[in-house]
T-cell receptor, first 111, second 116 residues
Framework: RKEVEQDPGPFNVPEGATVAFNCTYS??????FFWYRQDCRKEPKLLMS???SGNEDGRFTAQLNRASQYISLLIRDSKLSDSATYLC????????????FGQGTELSVKP | DAGVIQSPRHEVTEMGQEVTLRCKPI?????LFWYRQTMMRGLELLIY????????DSGMPEDRFSAKMPNASFSTLKIQPSEPRDSAVYFC??????????????FGPGTRLLVL
């Protein structure tokens, strides 16, 4: 089983739609959680960290459920510029700065 | 700051040749990571350093791969001899560990390697 698993995608949605990505992680020692975004042929960049209480950044909302080892990302009012691959990322506390990346979910927002 | 710098940006070589990828992390960052990304396997961590010391090289595919960090501002990833299955995008990333947890990893633009 992969340490971090995501919805396979791709997600094709119209502008203005709300889209949700899900992610599960297998190691209960995981301590920090993130969503990274990767544009086509570019490097991954941090989108947002994910906190236990849930957190929001504009149109983006991230949720963490430690009991279920589940992370989600909700994008509201999607824009064409949101088209990218979204990577679920986990840091396992006893492994220093090491991050484990999911395979990513591709999002394509159409006009 | 210039961000993480990688060179070359593109490399095309023939099977059996030696390939050296270079990375300059963000100044002041004490962690450096080497990743490989392919369509089939996604983003895989190969090795990472803390204060120039290799901490975890369990992701290095085999003895053909080696990485060094001779100082805080430079690291290399070497493949010798290269094989077609090594074709991938290789990313270098750096971060600064905080007392409170894990800081953001900043990725370089990557090196696109094609081994013929």
């Amino acid at each position: 089983r992969k340490e971090v698993e995501q919805d396979p995608g791709p997600f094709n949605v119209p502008e203005g739609a709300t889209v949700a990505f899900n992610c599960t992680y297998s190691n209960s020692a995981s301590q920090s959680f993130f969503w990274y975004r990767q544009d086509c042929r570019k490097e991954p960049k941090l989108l947002m960290s994910v906190y236990s209480s849930g957190n929001e950044d504009g149109r983006f909302t991230a949720q963490l459920n430690r009991a279920s080892q589940y992370i989600s990302l909700l994008i509201r009012d999607s824009k064409l510029s949101d088209s990218a691959t979204y990577l679920c990322v986990v840091n396992i506390g006893n492994q220093g700065g090491k991050l484990i990346f999911g395979q990513g979910t591709e999002l394509s927002v159409k006009p | 700051d210039a961000g993480v710098i990688q060179s070359p940006r593109h490399e095309v070589t023939e099977m059996g040749q030696e390939v050296t990828l270079r990375c300059k992390p963000i100044s002041g960052h004490d962690y450096l990571f080497w990743y490989r990304q392919t369509m089939m396997r996604g983003l895989e961590l190969l090795i990472y350093f803390n204060n120039n010391v290799p901490i975890d090289d369990s992701g290095m595919p085999e003895d053909r791969f080696s990485a060094k960090m001779p100082n805080a501002s430079f690291s290399t990833l070497k493949i010798q001899p290269s094989e077609p299955r090594d074709s991938a995008v290789y990313f270098c990333a750096s971060s600064l560990k905080s007392l409170g947890g894990v800081e953001t990893q900043y990725f370089g633009p990557g090196t696109r390697l094609l081994v013929l």
